[in-house]
C-alpha cells in the first residue's frame, strides 16, 4: 500500500513561518506531480502548489512570493515552505502525489492523499 505522511503543521504567529513535510512510502514505481492543497473550514479544498518531478512549479496566487514548493525524488519527500504566515492561511493542509504503480497486470495511475496536518496561524 501507498501511504503519504504529512508533519510540520502546528501552530504561529502572524509573520511567522513553518515548513511541511511529505513522505511517500510503499510499492510506487514513480512520481510525477506532487503539491499541496489546502480547506479551511466551511471553504473548499484549494490548490496551494504543485511541483512536477522536473521541478516546475505552480502556485496560487494568495501564496506567491511567500510560500516555496521543493522536492526530493531520492526520498520520494516534498517540502512546502510557508513564509510571512497570515491568519487566512489557517487550514488543513493536504499532500498529494499522482504516482503510478503496478497493479491488476499494468502500471495505473493513481491520485494518492494523506490524512492532513494542521496549520494555524494566529496571534
Known amino acids: 500500500q501507498v501511504q503519504l505522511v504529512e508533519s510540520g503543521g502546528g501552530l504561529v504567529q502572524p509573520g511567522g513561518s513553518l515548513r511541511l513535510s511529505c513522505a511517500v512510502s510503499?510499492?510506487?514505481?514513480?512520481?510525477?506531480?506532487m503539491g499541496w492543497y489546502r480547506q479551511a473550514p466551511g471553504k473548499e479544498r484549494e490548490l496551494v502548489a504543485t511541483?512536477?518531478?522536473?521541478?516546475?512549479?505552480i502556485y496560487a496566487d494568495s501564496v506567491k512570493g511567500r510560500f516555496a514548493i521543493s522536492r526530493d525524488n531520492a526520498n520520494n519527500t516534498v517540502y512546502l515552505t510557508m513564509n510571512t504566515l497570515k491568519p487566512e492561511d489557517t487550514a488543513v493542509y493536504y499532500c498529494?502525489?499522482?504516482?503510478?504503480?503496478?497493479?491488476?497486470?499494468?502500471?495505473?495511475?493513481?491520485?494518492?492523499w494523506g490524512q492532513g496536518t494542521q496549520v494555524s496561524v494566529s496571534s
Open positions: 498529494n502525489a499522482d504516482g503510478v504503480a503496478y497493479r491488476l497486470g499494468r502500471y495505473r495511475r493513481h491520485d494518492y
Open positions: 511541483i512536477t518531478s522536473g521541478g516546475t512549479t
Open positions: 510503499g510499492s510506487i514505481s514513480s512520481i510525477n506531480t
